[in-house]
């Protein structure tokens, strides 16, 4: 995936690195902190006073904690630019990954200005910090750019806010084709690869919009990068491309060029039915047996949600079941009793293939286990 970059390491002069520590009073005699000083710059190429910047892990034992306060809002994780645009960043040099005061220390990160409702925010280069050792190589590069090793002496870096993309369409009713949908959630974000996330990932940098009565939506100043879009409220089933619709939620802007429009048809309910009768192996009905779906999001597998999302459906005394599933995009499924084995229609590739229609099912008791006395 080709993703634009952004976040320049640069020296910021002698003034910058007098910026405040403010783990300065929790810092002990044994526990050394690596600063991290930046400086955000604004559309204007002025510094930015009163932005938020925001400390994002990005690998196993660097996730941020669970925040309890109010506007979520966690120290030494969270800053504020002061009227210099200046804020500085802690990382300590702990014993284990794990602090117990939940401070950042080893691992690898991002620092995200917050988004404005003037502009995109800005994201800095990756950094690695591996500790006292830091003798580790430091991780490959991506799209994202170069990943920094964050060195005993600290980091200088700077931020430079961007506008950002547009992102805007129409959102119509999959049920009543020409309808729109109204009051639906398209959010927009992107999680810097993040490897501790599954899906989509860690949703950092979401922007979002709410469908109108006429089902049109604009998400204004997304991140210049490439982003991921989902629906909360309805289910994506087709999108237009080239004034014709395709059976392919394009759910994936790869490289943003300014506006960007995607009209989606969704489906407000579930509406792929599936049915069936799951039978022994004289005939007689199953009842109470589980007959299991494994769904798809997409009519390939593309996310960890796409081969990790399943759905249950339970035969009634005739064994006979029937589900309405999101979407018709079926990897396998397979049907499950006590007493019985379990039957498999799954198919070898995993790939989805099981449109919505009727699926049966032929159980083959198991001996029954007599105990000797």
């Known amino acids: 995936m080709k993703i634009l970059f952004a976040g320049a390491l640069l020296a910021l002069g002698v003034g910058l690195l007098g910026a405040q520590n403010p783990f300065h009073s929790l810092s002990a005699a044994k526990t050394r902190f690596r600063v991290i000083h930046g400086v955000v710059f604004g559309l204007d190429g002025k510094p930015a006073a009163h932005r938020n910047v925001h400390l994002v892990g990005l690998s196993r034992g660097s996730t941020r904690p669970c925040s309890d306060t109010p506007g979520g809002r966690i120290a030494g994780w969270d800053f504020t630019t002061d009227r210099r645009g200046r804020f500085a960043v802690p990382m300590g040099d702990f014993a284990t990954w794990d602090d117990p005061k939940d401070r950042p220390g080893w691992g690898t990160y991002a620092l995200v200005v917050e988004a404005s409702a003037d502009d995109a925010g800005a994201v800095s280069s990756r950094f690695f910090h591996d500790g006292r050792r830091n003798q580790a190589s430091c991780p490959a590069n991506d799209g994202w750019g170069p990943i920094l090793n964050l060195p005993p ?75 991921a879009i989902d629906l909360k409220g309805a289910t994506w089933l087709k999108t237009k491309i080239d004034g014709a619709w395709s059976d392919d939620p394009r759910d994936v802007v790869v490289t943003p060029e ?16 599936y049915f069936g009768r799951v039978v022994d192996d004289q005939g007689r009905p199953v009842v109470g047996a589980q007959v299991a779906f494994g769904l798809s999001l997409h009519p390939d597998v593309r996310t960890f949600e796409d081969d990790h999302t399943y759905c249950f459906a339970t035969t009634r005394a005739d064994g006979r079941y029937e589900i309405e599933l999101e979407t018709p995009w079926v990897r396998g499924m397979d049907a499950g009793a006590k007493g019985c084995e379990r039957q498999d229609l799954w ?6 293939t099981d449109a919505p229609g009727e699926y049966n099912f032929t159980l083959k008791r198991q001996p029954s286990v007599v105990s000797g006395g």
């Open 153 to 227: 002496e600290g980091l200088n870096l700077a931020l430079q806010v961007k506008p950002g993309v547009t992102l805007q369409g129409t959102l119509e009713d999959a049920a009543h084709p020409g309808r729109p949908l109204a009051g639906v959630t398209i959010s927009v974000h992107n999680d810097l690869s993040t490897e501790t996330h599954t899906g989509h990932g860690g949703e950092i940098l979401r922007q979002s919009a709410v469908t109108d009565a006429r089902g049109r939506y604009t998400v204004r100043h997304i991140y210049p990068a490439g982003f």
């Open 347 to 352: 198919t070898p590739s995993d790939t989805p």
């Open 258 to 273: 300014g506006d960007t429009r995607l009209d989606i048809m969704a489906a407000r309910e579930a509406s792929c039915r």
